[in-house]
């Protein structure tokens, strides 16, 4: 307690100005604080958001068809532990050294938290409580089982187990849209956060390999391919988003034969992953300037194809250095996405918009801003955690100093 | 300006005698420079050939059209009977047989030691990742670093990184070594434990064409020392000639400022 002090002392109270700026801040952030409570426990009527709970996490998703979506929740809470426990369990099965490093222990004591809070505090029946505790109880305990277990897998398996990201967003496509034996579900029916971050993981999933061949393609030798890459990302990167948006939707259905244009909802999330790519390829090719040529001479001097050598010597490395700027085009995709209000979606700025448009809702437009700025806060900082995850995942010589 | 005679110890096996063979090469860089000014060269099995010369004098460029990291735009070059030409495929098959030692190392700083070792084996020879580990296995030992086989190569001095480098040409089973200047980028201290394991490459008949400023390595092994300036080849002697008596007064005045 001593030290604490002293250090807090020193920290703070180093000189007379340093005091003086500590104390305006303190005073400043106490008088935000005070305030932003006194609105929140006070002035504000969370019944907004507590009778639109579901509208804003499904939109007008038919009730009796919820229970895929449930489904796809737990599958995801045990893809997100099985994640985040590979990701934050030393590669070396003889090295596994903390289970529960003291920030994942944070993590952990925050989600139980959170699960046990939030489902309260909105009101929700007591059967939904139960599930949401389920979940979260899936998600911590697959956290435990691939941290315990995860490093012992056999190295094969441990590198085919990516490959089940895509296949569960498959899987997640037909839960949500119906088909394989599902009665269907209108993508006009579809809406709040799941369309948004439906939106947003397509869109992620799809401009990753499309920016990195174009950042392949601006390399290129063959001046068709360069040209024809940096017209793409300099046009797309000159247009504004919304511009696209809308263009997207009247100009696809001219474009494509009739009855070939996808539909709205589709045609978005296409406008997202094009806009998206052009950005995520000049971040790759930061990442390959990044490589030094001699890397590129060693694989070739060894024999190596340029594919080969691309894949295996340049690629890793030029991806390692832009992985930071290439999350940062995603959390800002992630954002971006509110754009589609504009031309009709239902994602979680348009839905909010319904709901304030509510007579019954006259007025609370605070609340819900702030439940959609927190909501978009949380979707952010997963993205930003899993990624420095990653980061030191990839980096070696962290790898090193924690071995 | 022809070869005097080598002195080289190399069990002959016949015809496939000459691995490098270069003829009037030229190459002029896009900025129009001159940097080889028509170059012979030719190598036996089992040589060590030596390259010196003042920097700038087109040693690097001269050794890099070998694996075809320069193209040149006159003359030829054959290694181990096969013709460099701008055929890909011959390409890949040319480099798949030379192996190279770069100034800056350059091993693959995201793989282990021992995985910058199996990467190409595995790779291109297409052989199974358990046979290739053992052979890396022993390479390492021979290079005196198998203990450091599973740091990353950052990890290691730069001497060690370059020994590294060297186990990893000689896991393709390369039949040419070629190095480029591989004690330059060296501290003072380090430049001694690669030179041994180049010795001790040159007294098993491993062939191998060096360009270095080492004198003392030189004199000790090369078979025979070839001098550049200004992109020509300016003599080419066995190396006590070379060091004792040049023929040439381009030699003389270079030995004059090293030695």
Known sequence: MDTLLRRLRHELFASKVDGLITLVLLGLIGAGGAGFLRWALGQAQWAVVRANSTLFALGRYPIEQQWRLWLLTALLAVATGITWGMLRSHPRPDRVGVLWPRNDRIAAVLLALLALGLPLALGLSGAVQLRWWGITALLLLWRWLAGRFGPGLPPLLKRLLPLGLPLLYLLGMVLIHGGLGLSPVSSSEWGGLMLTLLEASFAILLCFPLGVLLALGRRSELPLLRWGSVLYIEFIRGAPLITLLFLGQNMLGFLLPGGMAPERVWRAAWVLTLFAAAYLAEAVRSGLAAVPRGQLEAARSLGMSLPQAFASVVLPQALRVALPSMVGQFISLLQDTTLLSLIGLMELLGTARTVMANPAFLGRNAEVYFTLAVLFWCCCAALGLGSRALERRLDPAALARSG | ?259
């Open chain 2, 1 to 259: 300006m022809s070869p005097t005679s080598s002195r080289s110890p190399a069990p002959t096996t016949g015809s496939g005698d000459l691995m490098i063979e270069a003829r009037g090469v030229e190459k002029w860089y896009p900025n129009g420079f001159h940097a080889l000014r028509g170059c012979d060269l030719t190598v036996q099995r089992g040589e060590v050939v030596v390259i010196m010369g003042p920097s700038g004098s087109g040693k690097s460029t001269f050794i890099r059209t070998f694996n075809a990291l320069e193209d040149f735009q006159k003359g030829s070059i054959t290694v181990d009977g096969i013709a460099l030409t701008n055929d890909l495929r011959q390409i890949d098959a040319i480099r798949r047989e030379v192996g190279m030692v770069f100034q800056q190392f350059n091993l693959f700083p995201h793989l282990t030691v021992l995985d910058n070792l199996c990467l190409a084996p595995v790779l291109v020879r297409k052989r199974p990742k358990a046979e290739v580990k053992e052979q890396a296995m022993a390479l390492l030992r021979r290079v005196g670093i198998a203990e450091q086989a599973s740091k990353f190569p950052g990890q290691l001095s730069g001497g060690q990184q370059q020994r590294v480098a060297i186990a990893r040409a000689l896991c393709m089973e390369p039949r040419i070594l070629l190095f480029d200047e591989p004690t330059s980028a060296l501290d003072p201290e380090m430049v001694r434990e690669v030179l041994d394991v180049m010795l001790s490459l040159a007294a098993e008949h491993i062939t191998m064409v060096v360009v270095t400023h080492e004198v003392k390595f030189a004199r000790q092994v090369a078979s025979r020392v070839v001098l550049m300036a200004e992109g020509e080849v300016v003599e080419v002697a066995d190396p006590e000639t070379f060091f004792t008596n040049p023929s040439q007064e381009r030699s003389r005045r270079f030995l004059d400022q090293i030695l």
